[in-house]
């Protein structure tokens, strides 16, 4: 936890490298000292397929789901930073926007949480 996912037109890619737009996105995540650093999880998934509005070429969202219990706040922050930093690297992109949202703890599981020998249900353990 965190995950974030990266939804791209597929001509991004020839703006921006898969490693340095994943790049970008968990050192700016990072930076904001909500996360641990080997907790952060980055995934890119371009599309060639795609409609946008008129005269615009290219898009790229930001999907990030966190563990509840961050400030609305610090979820704009994160929302910001991340926003600001993809900006930079493409400054000509048609559409670029970020949605962060929570996952509620209660519904959660992992493969960590499942062990039985995890008897105080810590959600990192054995990593």
Same mark, same amino acid.
């Given at each position: ?23 970008a996105l968990y050192e700016t995540a990072d930076a904001t000292g909500l996360f641990a650093p080997n ?10 397929? $795609? ?13 990030? $789901? ?18 600001t930093k993809l900006s930079e690297l493409l400054a000509d992109i048609s559409f670029l926007s970020v ?29």
């Amino acid at each position: 936890m965190p995950h974030f996912i990266i939804d791209c037109s597929q001509d991004i890619l020839q703006l921006r490298t898969p490693e340095e737009l994943m790049d970008a996105l968990y050192e700016t995540a990072d930076a904001t000292g909500l996360f641990a650093p080997n907790d952060i999880k980055v995934r890119l998934k371009p599309y060639q397929y $795609y409609r946008l509005g008129i005269q615009k070429k290219n898009f790229l969202h930001v999907f990030g $789901y966190i563990m509840e219990g961050r400030t609305p706040e610090q979820k704009a922050h994160l929302s910001k930073q991340i926003c600001t930093k993809l900006s930079e690297l493409l400054a000509d992109i048609s559409f670029l926007s970020v949605s962060i949202n929570d996952f509620e703890a209660a519904t959660y599981s992992n493969k960590a949480l499942i062990n039985s020998e995890n008897t105080d249900k810590d959600p990192h353990f054995g990593l």
